[in-house]
């Protein structure tokens, strides 16, 4: 199938439950295809490597529009070129990494981030715990050259402990936006390609769509 077709198959499926965001989860694909993404109208790219991203951004520089997503895991060596290069990272998950983005985001519009929360438990994935979220989003909101706009996680996954994952997120987020002071965040980031439907069911904002988008990647950039 080509992109094209991939893309309108997902635009059916989700046309009940529309996210605010659909984030093309973009590791591994080259610049030519993003490219092509960007012309069916995409404009929301996910990177989790962060030289195979430059490389990309300089490719597509002339590209009106696109919006660039940090989501993999943040080396403390690689946050200042992070912060300088990208419009969004979705994966804060302690303070150090939030004061360092803030740091190198001197002279430059804030930087939307995510907490990330490791809310399915499984040592393989990223993120705070549940119970570190309160704390670590008043560091953020503190921190003036940052934006928080929410919390993404990874969800376990088998269906059954991914849902309660997926319960779990939605309560954390409202929790926070009802307190004052995070009262206007705005994106509850989860669900991939292989349950973004159950994610938008409970309440996701953005889903970050890659395989079912892109096909089958290889495992290094080319």
């Keep these: 199938m080509s992109i094209a077709e991939r893309l309108a198959h997902v ?22 295809t993003l490219r092509d993404a960007y012309a069916l109208g995409l404009r929301h790219f996910g990177e989790n490597f962060l030289q195979e991203a430059l490389d990309k951004q300089t490719a597509l520089r002339d590209l009106d529009g696109i919006i660039w997503h940090f ?30 983005l803030h740091a190198a985001r001197a002279g430059m519009e804030p930087l939307n981030v995510l907490i990330e929360v490791a809310i399915s438990g499984e040592e393989t994935k990223g993120g705070c715990a549940p119970e570190e979220v309160p704390e670590l989003a008043l560091v953020i909101s503190r921190l003036s050259r940052l934006r928080l706009r929410g919390l993404m996680a990874l969800v376990h ?22 307190t004052q002071v995070h009262a206007d965040l705005d994106t509850l980031s989860m669900g991939t390609s292989a349950d ?4 938008l069911q409970q309440g996701a904002t953005e889903i970050r769509l890659g395989t079912i988008l892109f096909g089958a990647r290889a495992q290094e950039p080319l």
Aim: glycine fraction near 2%; charged fraction near 25%.
């Design 11 to 32: 635009q059916w499926e989700i046309a009940d439950h529309p996210p605010q965001c659909l984030l093309a989860a973009s590791k591994h694909v080259t610049a030519a």
């Design 196 to 199: 973004y439907l159950q994610a």
């Design 157 to 178: 996954p088998q269906p059954e402990p991914a849902e309660a994952d997926f319960r779990r997120m939605a309560e954390l987020f409202l929790a926070l936006r009802q």
């Design 71 to 100: 989501i993999g895991r943040i080396q403390r060596n690689k946050t200042a070129l992070i912060a300088q290069h990208f419009d969004w990272v979705e994966s804060v998950d302690r303070p150090l990494i939030a004061e360092r």
